[in-house]
């Protein structure tokens, strides 16, 4: 071996340049690529050796890959399935769930009369839930159904506090849809940075937006057991199950607009600044489950608007 160089880590490991030897004898560079992560002080390393003459198109496809896969698994689960692990099921004592709609979606997107339009609508919209999701520490995106997204916090990987946790993601989703509509309803400048991928909105509103606006969401929360996993081997991803599920569901489905919905279980574990910020909605009643009080946040009023 000649000329081994410690290089930038790659991909979570590093890479080392050797130098082989054909059939002739003619010397050839060499890469050996290692990779590795570590989740729950389990190890999992990977090595490829590779001719440097095609390295280039290799590397490219190894981030993409690597790339796609973070982005639909959390990576423990990556650990696990890349191990040998078949049947990924896990148990939690307590866990937040949260799910969240567009309020009058289906009237919204007939508007629009355009399946592209209608596209691009629910990806901006995904899209500032989606970096809402990802800079919070410990919440997890589960799913989209439709117009209705779903997260977690506390899972695959429980943590304390994550009912509070996932109320802050909450109350930054609503701040997000009053900056959009800030933005297309044209009182600031509309190409400021917006909460949707680091994107921009365009410089010119593009009258389909001002048809949809102004955006009203609808949120649900709920905190207790549940079981998560990956139980199918076709196209499977890491989803949610049992009784706290189904009632984050009826928490959002009878959500007030621009509300966030919370059960007794989920205010009762938040710190009182939290607790402070919630009214008493008694007698509510929700499918499948007896009559009860529940909570709710007002979040009509758009923190940042001028006064």
């Not at 290089?7 to 030897?21: C, D, Q, T, V, Y």
């Not at 009762?268 to 509510?284: D, I, K, M, V, W």
Request: proline share 4%; charged share 20%.
């Amino acid at each position: 071996v000649h000329n081994a160089v410690a290089r930038m880590p790659f991909l979570g490991g590093a890479r080392r340049e050797l130098m082989g030897l054909d059939k002739c004898g003619v010397e050839f560079p060499l890469e050996l690529v290692l990779s590795g992560m570590i989740v729950q002080n389990q190890i999992l390393y990977m090595g490829y050796l590779m001719d440097v003459r095609d390295l280039t198109n290799f590397q490219d496809l190894t981030v993409k890959q690597e790339l796609l896969l973070r982005s639909l698994l959390d990576s423990s689960c990556i650990v696990r399935l890349l191990g040998g692990q078949r049947l990924i099921k896990d148990h939690f004592s307590s866990a937040s769930v949260m799910f969240a709609d567009v309020v009058e979606y289906t009237q919204k997107a007939n508007l629009l009369n355009n399946e592209e339009l209608v596209a691009q609508f629910l990806n901006e919209i995904f899209g500032i839930f989606d970096n809402v999701v990802a800079s919070a520490a410990n919440v997890m995106k589960v799913k989209t159904i439709g117009d209705v997204y779903m997260a977690a916090a506390g899972v695959p990987v429980s943590c304390t506090g994550n009912a509070a946790i996932l109320l802050e993601v909450a109350l930054r989703l609503m701040r997000g849809i009053h900056v959009y509509n800030r933005c297309v309803g044209g009182d600031e400048p509309v190409d400021m940075l917006m909460y949707s991928r680091g994107s921009r909105v365009s410089s010119t509103v593009q009258p389909w937006r001002r048809s949809v606006a102004p955006l009203k969401l609808r949120i649900g929360i709920n905190t207790g057991p549940l079981v998560g996993g990956i139980f199918s081997q076709l196209k499977g991803g890491y989803d949610l199950y049992g009784s706290t599920v189904n009632k984050t569901q009826r928490l959002q489905s009878t959500c007030r607009a621009m509300h966030i919905h919370l059960s007794a279980d989920t205010h009762e574990l938040l710190p009182p600044p939290l607790q402070r910020l919630c009214g008493l909605r008694r007698g509510t009643k929700l499918k499948g489950y007896a009559v009860e009080n529940t909570w709710e946040i007002d979040c009509n009023a758009d923190p940042s608007a001028k006064q």
